[in-house]
């Protein structure tokens, strides 16, 4: 496989066992098109058994991770195929959840929606101290999606979680840390999410993949709640006040 | 319904679609009489089918939020009524836990007993630098309630869960919001609490419920866990120490 | 039982009410040989119907609490006798978990591998400023053991549990409060520990004990994620990156 192929909207790198994955949108801020979803889905799915890649860094270019779902597109491809095409992301969500080998993210700038969600299926986060987190599903007449809903309140506590997913209230690197979503702020997390994996990377896979099987025991738990949360979002998306959020997102 | 006939200790106030609930009995440091939970029961019950409603403020009066069940009112009406009266506390509980619309809690000064544990069921909580939370249970001879046993150790961790629960620590707001039953520390949290809810009342309120609903996903095995609870609370009422400990601070 | 005799390599002193052990082989930064698992299963077992002991502190010697497993001790006893012999550190993990009284725990120096996973069965842990938190299981080509790879993702989000138990860096007295695994860096552990001990002696024992038991509501779930992570453990044992490890370790 050439994975570097499958999507000008992904850079691929490897450096010894690690592959890093580039979100290559920067004048979108990295915003999730079907296509990159659908990209993201087939690479871990190659690498899953492929014995080369043994540890996956998530990057953003351009300086910011990602806007999170393109609406312009989201839009396009579901007035266009429905809900069936809609869920090239959550199959990325359940391809990341599933995925057997250590995840480490490098956050700068925006993470934001699924930009922010699909970092709590990451191993280690690492984020710049600008970084951004939101996940402002509320905002856009919505509800929370990869099981943050259920995550969330159970990391950080029901108080601190309102602030995440019923304000949509933008969270700061250090407070991201403080909650649980970030491993530690620093100043090139690129470098540092680089350097993590290459260490993970030369360590026994059996004890780093049996390691991180183990941390993932709630998966299952994980899937169900996220399937709960796909019938209130596809209710929610049928609104009024979501058809206005989003059409008043798109003429910005 | 005239709401703010139904207790003088309870006073209301609608200004939009907010409600605000003040806890007013400050020369008791607003702790909770029997006559208060089964008001603040009928008030809860009462709103939630009423569309002019969409958020509750939860907030003190005289700088205080609640020093938590009035022992003697508790003393008197279990002593002439047996606990089948004690339950108006558990049933308060149950329904704010069941409640389907956001609650905001705004808490100046002390914050004891199960004037804590409830804010584990509110789903923002804003406090003044100078709040004080504590539940000390076990001081008075007893055992958690609310579900705190349950929910405190899952948050922050076993390790600072025993400092609220078995020392019965005075906890400050700083470190309330570092273990996760405080969303944030402010300067005026009525104003704070108020503003926040305002903004939550604009929102779509079927996206502002599911997502409420879904961060309450676990409220059947709070509902578990408090029952187990309320069975210990039961037996410890009925020890030499519970009733020492209840008769020191009546003479107090 | 004159429990002092049960092992010179485990100290023992009562005050009051409170049973201090000493993990005493400082020249071995208190690494834990399968006679001191042995002698401190014993000891619980002993005094968990012992009406004059009612609460256990924790503590190292020499100015560290514990390097975790004796590897020197664990490859001979095991080599020797395989691993059955080898369940005599999971029976004091297993003790200690199921033990109905308070443990706290003072910790000095290093608390690294076992000698920091069994915290997360101590109901309040003290530590000093320059305290080192440590769970290397994966530089030795193992996996997480006494539930930790349940616990800590869930107390401190799977992002924080990664630096913890895929990297297995070494984690500052600070952060582990912050993520929850500490309650508290002081001065003097030890004497912190003892003070907090003698209080909750001095309560009543139904109510302390309930507590204890409410807030480990989730033992038997914890016992299972013991049980999957044994499994592991002993697969781990056996590859060639484990033993690598293990020999590289022993001809330091």
Redesign the interface.
């Given at each position: 496989m050439n994975i570097s192929d499958i999507s000008s909207q992904i850079n691929t790198q490897v450096l010894g066992s690690v592959l890093t994955i580039k979100f290559n949108r920067p004048d979108k801020m990295n915003s999730f098109t079907f296509e990159m979803y659908r990209a993201l889905t087939k690479i871990l799915n190659e690498i899953e058994d492929d014995d080369d890649v043994r540890v996956v860094v998530l990057s953003g270019s351009g300086g910011n991770f990602s806007a999170g779902n393109d609406i312009k597109d989201f839009v396009s491809v579901v007035e266009e195929n429905g809900m069936d095409r809609g869920h090239d992301a959550p199959a990325f969500v359940d391809t990341l959840r599933e995925f057997s080998k250590?995840v480490v993210a490098a956050v700068e700038g925006f993470a934001v929606g699924i930009g922010a969600t699909l970092?709590?299926?990451?191993?280690?986060?690492y984020a710049s101290q600008d970084a951004q987190f939101r996940t402002p599903?509320?905002?856009?007449?919505?509800?929370?999606e990869a099981a943050a809903?259920?995550i969330?309140?159970?990391?950080?506590?029901?108080?601190?979680?309102?602030?995440w997913?019923?304000?949509g209230d933008i969270i700061p690197a250090d407070q991201a840390?403080?909650?649980?979503?970030?491993?530690?702020v620093c100043d090139d997390p690129l470098a540092m999410a680089q350097e993590?994996a290459m260490?993970?990377s030369k360590?026994?896979p059996?004890?780093?993949a049996?390691?991180?099987?183990?941390?993932s025991?709630?998966n299952e738990i994980l899937r169900k709640?996220f399937d709960?949360?796909m019938i209130?979002f596809a209710?929610?998306l049928e609104?009024e006040?979501?058809r206005a959020?989003f059409k008043s997102f798109l003429e910005r």
């Open positions: 250590p970092l709590l299926y990451c191993d280690l986060v599903f509320t905002h856009l007449g919505l509800c929370p809903s259920h969330l309140p159970r990391i950080m506590g029901r108080a601190r979680a309102g602030e997913l019923l304000l840390m403080r909650d649980g979503v970030v491993t530690r993590k260490f993970l360590m026994s059996k004890a780093v049996d390691t991180k099987r183990l941390m025991s709630q709640a709960e949360e209130k209710e929610c609104t006040e979501a959020a």
